[in-house]
Each structure stands twice: as C-alpha cells, then as structure tokens.
C-alpha cells in the first residue's frame, strides 16, 4: 500500500502502475489522505466517490491511465461547481465538461478528483478569495504560490498530484509555475480548443497544464490538441511532442538572458540563481549566449 502520494512526475507514475510497484486505487487513496491532512489549501472541491470509480477501472494502457489529476476551479465539468471562485457564483452547478478534461480523462485516462483553487475570475496573479481563502505556496506557508493557477500549482509543487489543468492570459499558468519550481507552458493560441463556449472567453487565453517535467508537458499536449467545432479558433492537430524531446539540434542558437524584462525589479539573490541556471542550460544545450541585447522599454 502507498503511504504518499508518488513525488516523481506522471510519466514514471503510469510505469509504476504498469510494472505492478503500486495500482491507481492505491495511488488515489494516498493521494485523498495526503490533501486531507494539508495545510495548502490548493484544492476547494473534491469527487472522491467519482475519482474511487474511475480508479478502480483505469486503463494503464493509455498516456496518463489511472493518474490522479486536479481540475483548476476556472474549468468545467459536468456536475461540479462552477463558481468562478467568485462568491456570487457559489451555488451554481456545471452542465458541460470543458474539451481538455475530456480529452485528458477519456483519450489520455487521467482520473479527475476535484477542483484546485484559483483567482476570482482568473484575475490577478495570486490566490486569494473570499470563497475560499488563501492558497499556499508549498515552499514556504504563507506566500502565495501565484495565479490565477495558484491551486493547481500548489498541488503539483506540494506533492498532492502529479498533475492538474491551468490557463493563461497575461501569466496564470508560467507565474505559479516560476513560483513553485514546476514548468508552465503558454502554448500557441488554439492549440488546445476551450470551451464549449469558448467563444464567450478571453481571446488572450491558452489553457494547458502545471506539471514536474518536460516530459509530462509534451505528453499532455500530444493527448489534448487538435481542433474541435465549437471552438472555431482551435487548431488542426499535430502530435510528436514527446517523441522529439531531445532530438532537436540546439547547439550555437543564439539566446541573451535578460534581468529585468525591459523593466522590472529582480532581487539580487534571485537574479544570482537564475543567472547560474542559465549558464547550466546554456552549457547543456551547446547555447551562445549574446548580452548585448537591448530590451528596454521605451519611456
């Protein structure tokens, strides 16, 4: 029986489904204690008798078979609430289920268990409602863990699950991720259809997902993508994400490795991590790096 949820990333967690170290039943169940007994407050809503069902029938065959998953409170799905994270909406019930849980749950075999908390309306970067209060960020209890995403990415960050939905307009899902140590991916506009209704929503808006591992991004991009008619600005489907990780010449690509992003204020202790990734990176991938480049803003 697992004690704790899995801390590796989704795609070594179905290997462990499929050579038998533990089964999606025992992953769920460690996986509902370990939220239970938080102090993160990443999650607002939990199916735990849906997410018992579909654990207990999971095909491990499939990209994420019997991987546990959060739903962000922005996202739908049939039958659980669809509050905004506002107030006023509190009572309110979904009646479809959004394209990317559909297709992650059904094509990819995740299991959906409940709704991480996010910003009122996706609005700031940062996750705190009156609805629901504060979330935390897993690296230290009391500071925030970004937004609108916050939810999602204090469960992926707080070892709560492997995996969990996010969107982004202006940072909600790259914000949380920066601030939790995950990686965050806004991807190509349409890649991933939103909605239904998706032509009501936010133009500036992409959806995807907070996760532990490149690999774990690549995969889920290659089970939820693909065009669907009633988003009409979705895209044709392509796939080889995960296939071509690594198999990409990098080697004497230019890049500049910028402080301020024409403007902004970097403490000197985190300009001096970033600055030494940077150079790790930029060994690794055969990189050249050019700091002549102006990106100042104009004033």
């Not at 991987?67 to 509190?90: Q, S």
């Amino acid at each position: 029986m697992a004690d704790a949820p899995w801390r590796g990333d989704a795609v070594s967690l179905v290997e462990a489904f499929r050579s038998g170290e533990r089964s999606p039943l025992e992953e769920l169940n460690a996986t509902f204690a370990a939220i239970d007994a938080s102090n993160l407050n990443a999650f607002c809503y939990l199916d735990r008798e849906a997410a018992v069902r579909d654990a207990k029938n999971a095909e491990i065959s499939l990209p994420f078979g019997g991987v546990p998953i959060g739903i962000k409170e922005l996202d739908l799905v049939a039958g659980w609430p669809d509050t905004e994270a506002c107030m006023v909406f509190k009572d309110r019930i979904a009646k479809t289920t959004d394209t990317q849980v559909n297709r992650i749950c059904r094509i990819g075999g995740a299991v959906r268990i409940g709704q991480t908390n996010a910003s009122e309306f996706g609005g700031v970067n940062l996750t705190r409602t009156v609805l629901h209060g504060a979330t935390h960020n897993p690296w230290k209890h009391g500071r925030t863990p970004g937004g609108s995403s916050g939810g999602s990415a204090a469960a992926v960050a707080g070892g709560l699950v492997t995996l969990a939905t996010g969107g982004d307009g202006g940072g909600s899902i790259r914000i949380p991720a920066g601030f939790t140590g995950l990686v965050g991916l806004k991807a190509t506009f349409g890649r991933v259809p939103r909605g239904p209704g998706a032509s009501n929503g936010n133009l500036t808006t992409v959806i995807g997902c907070l996760a532990r591992s490149v690999r774990d991004t690549a995969r889920w991009f290659d089970v939820v993508n693909g065009h669907e008619a009633h988003d009409p600005l979705s895209l044709r489907r392509t796939s080889g994400w995960e296939t071509r990780l690594g198999a990409i010449d990098t080697k004497g690509l230019r890049v500049a490795v910028v402080s301020n992003f024409g403007g902004g204020v970097v403490s000197p202790a985190m300009w001096q991590i970033i600055e030494q990734t940077a150079e790790n990176l930029i060994k690794i991938a055969g990189l050249q790096r050019r700091d002549s480049v102006d990106v100042s803003l104009p004033r």
